[in-house]
């Protein structure tokens, strides 16, 4: 394998010195910029676009071509795995994702299987080799995968939903049900993130962006344990090199102090939980990746250049940040807003690394 130029963004993950605060963008490829929007058009759909390994490839470099970042991170989508589970995965403008085949019922959920990720999801992996090739070592390549939980609203529901009625109802009414919807998903994550590991990801990172919409203890038993499951079944090593960990859950505020007990190298925070705090509920066991605010990317570089020094500052001195919105970009987004970010977080935080 090439060797790797830049490393800054992995030492951070395993709060090694590094001589500034790495920074990425969750969708940094994404619609705010106009040559990403080309190129989905050029696709025909986003499902396309995901499946094509050449376009996503093209993708996922765009922004590092624009912006000093110190990640790159696969063009792909979380709903991928639920697709090779036969659900039928389709987009509705205006709507977002949907399912031909939502599984509501017991017998539904009972009748899900494992599916060959190789053979499935084989189109993502040649994506992670593609882009490892163009890469040519430049920065890091970090893979991803949806929790099992956030996943399973999804399949539950049917597409998106901001109440969850199905997939709550199924914690209540029938938890043993609901456990083994979690369990599927965990194990085909497992060998989905695993083979992203080997076709060249150098960092994985779990969105749990609905997680925290359970009370405390469904969250621990639904959405934690499910991830604690996939990182205990992950290849933690390659190439000579550890392959570090985030978890991201949207809203954790005080669950991040639980979350940090699951052999994670990093957990993501939103913008909800300011980073003092969320240092002092993990200790420093953990490193910490965020946490602006997404909207202050509509304000002016000057405003744009307060909120990065308000997140240096409160994550204060030493490693273990990774620089980040506290959610992904909006496709409203001007490009040269991002740019005044990346361009703040290089100037202002190397003085947090005397």
Same mark, same amino acid.
């Given at each position: 394998?090439?060797?790797?130029?830049?490393?800054?963004?992995?030492?951070?993950?395993?709060? #090694?010195?590094?001589?500034?605060?790495?920074? +990425?963008?969750?969708?940094?490829?994404?619609? *705010?910029?106009?040559?990403?929007?080309?190129?989905?058009? #050029?696709?025909?759909?986003?499902?396309?676009?995901?499946?094509?390994?050449?376009?996503?490839?093209?993708?996922?470099?765009?922004?590092?071509?624009?912006?000093?970042?110190?990640?790159?991170?696969?063009?792909?989508?979380?709903?991928?795995? =639920?697709?090779?589970?036969?659900?039928?995965? *389709?987009?509705?403008?205006?709507?977002?994702?949907?399912?031909?085949?939502?599984?509501? &019922?017991?017998?539904?959920?009972?009748?899900?299987?494992?599916?060959?990720?190789?053979?499935?999801?084989?189109? /993502?992996?040649?994506?992670?080799?593609?882009?490892?090739?163009?890469?040519? $070592?430049?920065?890091?390549?970090?893979?991803?995968?949806? %929790?099992?939980? &956030? /996943?399973?609203?999804?399949?539950?529901?049917?597409?998106?939903?901001?109440?969850? =009625?199905?997939?709550?109802? @199924?914690?209540?009414?029938?938890?043993?049900?609901?456990?083994?919807?979690?369990?599927?998903?965990?194990?085909?994550?497992?060998?989905?993130?695993?083979? #992203?590991?080997?076709?060249?990801?150098?960092?994985?990172?779990?969105?749990?962006? +609905?997680?925290?919409?359970?009370?405390?203890?469904?969250?621990?038993?639904? %959405?934690?344990?499910?991830?604690?499951?996939?990182?205990?079944?992950?290849?933690?090593?390659?190439?000579?090199?550890?392959?570090?960990?985030?978890?991201?859950?949207?809203?954790? $505020?005080?669950?991040?102090?639980? @979350?940090?007990?699951?052999?994670?190298?990093?957990?993501?925070?939103? +913008?909800?939980?300011?980073?003092? &705090?969320?240092?002092?509920?993990? !200790?420093?066991?953990?490193?910490? #990746? $965020? !946490?602006?605010?997404?909207? &202050?990317?509509?304000?002016?570089?000057?405003?744009?250049?307060? $909120?990065?020094?308000?997140?240096?500052?409160?994550?204060?001195?030493? =490693?273990?940040?990774?620089?980040?919105?506290?959610?992904?970009?909006?496709?409203?987004?001007? =490009?040269?807003?991002?740019?005044?970010?990346?361009?703040?977080?290089?100037?202002?935080?190397?003085?947090?690394?005397?």
């Amino acid at each position: 394998m090439t060797e790797l130029k830049n490393d800054v963004f992995l030492r951070a993950l395993m709060r #090694q010195p590094v001589p500034r605060t790495p920074v +990425w963008i969750m969708r940094q490829a994404g619609r *705010y910029l106009p040559e990403y929007r080309e190129v989905r058009g #050029q696709a025909g759909d986003f499902l396309s676009l995901c499946k094509n390994p050449d376009l996503a490839c093209e993708v996922t470099l765009q922004p590092l071509r624009r912006y000093k970042l110190d990640a790159a991170i696969m063009f792909s989508d979380i709903l991928t795995v =639920p697709d090779a589970m036969g659900l039928g995965l *389709y987009f509705v403008t205006g709507e977002g994702p949907k399912f031909k085949n939502p599984v509501r &019922t017991a017998d539904a959920i009972r009748s899900l299987s494992v599916p060959n990720v190789e053979q499935k999801l084989g189109y /993502v992996f040649d994506a992670v080799r593609t882009i490892r090739r163009e890469l040519n $070592g430049e920065v890091p390549l970090i893979g991803f995968a949806g %929790s099992p939980f &956030t /996943v399973g609203t999804y399949m539950v529901e049917g597409g998106s939903s901001r109440e969850f =009625p199905n997939i709550k109802a @199924l914690a209540k009414d029938a938890p043993d049900v609901l456990e083994h919807l979690m369990n599927i998903v965990a194990e085909t994550t497992i060998e989905y993130l695993n083979a #992203q590991i080997e076709a060249g990801a150098q960092a994985v990172q779990i969105f749990d962006t +609905w997680g925290a919409a359970l009370e405390g203890d469904d969250f621990r038993r639904f %959405s934690m344990a499910s991830m604690q499951k996939i990182i205990d079944g992950l290849i933690r090593e390659k190439d000579g090199r550890k392959i570090p960990i985030i978890l991201f859950t949207k809203g954790a $505020g005080p669950l991040l102090a639980d @979350l940090a007990e699951t052999g994670c190298d990093a957990l993501g925070v939103d +913008w909800t939980t300011d980073l003092a &705090t969320a240092r002092e509920y993990v !200790n420093d066991k953990v490193a910490l #990746q $965020g !946490n602006l605010d997404p909207a &202050t990317l509509r304000e002016s570089p000057e405003i744009i250049r307060q $909120g990065v020094a308000a997140t240096l500052e409160s994550y204060g001195n030493g =490693p273990g940040h990774i620089f980040n919105l506290g959610h992904g970009i909006t496709p409203d987004i001007d =490009p040269d807003n991002l740019g005044a970010l990346v361009d703040a977080v290089h100037d202002l935080s190397p003085k947090y690394h005397p």
